[in-house]
């Protein structure tokens, strides 16, 4: 029998699988979990300048007697009245593609810009909606086990040795109420966020197990610390919001936790998404995201009845 000559239908270069799944996969990203927690000033908007300025009254100093004497004019008390500005600026990124490429690509070359793009908003809004709580005058850091330091002049003096853990989230929730006489962000609760480490400090606590032993098992479960001391602590793992390397050795997480009235958000234009028109006879195209907008933190102070924020971090 005559033997076979097999020869390539294609001798040279490299053979490919041109074949490709239906569907699209596409990275995913951090939570964000700031900006829910930002309400836009109103009355601001477009045509009415750069900046918001927002009025702030003072409480009235309590009197240590406020009983009258007959044919005494009622005594007189100063009321004080502050502002605070806050500026907008232009954000935005885009992405640029030609029609060249989405004429031969076999997905929908926009929509995924698109796609990539709502996801970098979300992100950068969410970063800067936590630099505003963050800028706040009050830093709680954790110098020990049973230990914590009170800087209230927007710096934190004092290095973290110690992660987050109970006791000092009972001696946050007592600073708030009694000392800066914080209001609830809603009901009798204030809110925490919280990065991951912070968040496995408290649940690693024995105080916070033996705690839980007699409330519900779902937590565990769940990791979620839940609610504790008047705290709503919501978990953020979006690492340019809150750091989980802070202190000595990297110990500590960063959280904050605040009352109603913490931070504004000051907004001309609603981030968006936008499509440019399209250039050189139609073969360059671009799509961006774009906005007018700035969060501002409404008391940047540390007086007792106006401070609504507490940033646990390090120095």
Not at 12 to 25: A, P, W
Not at 69 to 82: A, F, S
Not at 124 to 151: E, H, N, Q, R, W
Not at 235 to 257: F, H, P
Request: glycine residues 6%.
């Amino acid at each position: 029998m005559a033997g076979f000559n097999w020869t390539f239908d294609a001798p040279t270069g490299v053979y490919k699988n041109h074949d490709l799944s239906s569907q699209l996969r596409k990275a995913s990203i951090a939570e964000t979990k700031f900006v829910q927690f930002v309400k836009p000033e109103p009355g601001y908007g477009k045509k009415k300048g750069e900046s918001v300025t927002i009025t702030r009254v003072s409480s009235l100093t309590e009197p240590t007697d406020a009983k009258l004497t007959e044919n005494r004019d009622i005594p007189e008390d100063d009321l004080t009245i502050t502002t605070v500005a806050i500026t907008v600026s232009e954000w935005g990124r885009s992405v640029p593609f030609s029609s060249f490429a989405e004429d031969l690509n076999s997905y929908n070359l926009e929509n995924s810009i698109q796609l990539a793009l709502k996801d970098q908003m979300k992100l950068v809004m969410d970063k800067a909606a936590a630099a505003a709580f963050k800028g706040c005058k009050v830093k709680a850091i954790p110098t020990g086990v049973s230990a914590l330091t009170f800087d209230t002049d927007g710096t934190a003096s004092s290095t973290a040795v110690a992660n987050l853990n109970v006791y000092h989230v009972e001696q946050i929730r007592d600073y708030m109420f009694s000392t800066l006489l914080v209001n609830p962000y809603e009901g009798d609760d204030y809110i925490g966020l919280i990065s991951t480490k912070g968040k496995r400090g408290i649940m690693n606590d024995p105080a916070w197990e033996k705690w839980q032993t007699y409330t519900s098992q779902e937590k565990k479960y769940n990791s979620e610390i839940g609610k504790m001391e008047n705290i709503r602590f919501i978990e953020v793992n979006n690492t340019n919001a809150l750091s989980n390397t802070l202190g000595t050795g990297s110990v500590l997480g960063e959280a904050v936790i605040f009352g109603a009235d913490a931070v504004a958000l000051a907004v001309v234009e609603d981030p968006e998404l936008r499509a440019a028109i399209p250039r050189d006879f139609g073969r360059k195209k671009s799509v961006a995201w774009y906005g007018v907008l700035e969060y501002g933190e409404i008391w940047d102070t540390a007086n007792a009845g106006e401070s609504k924020i507490v940033h646990v971090t390090s120095a």
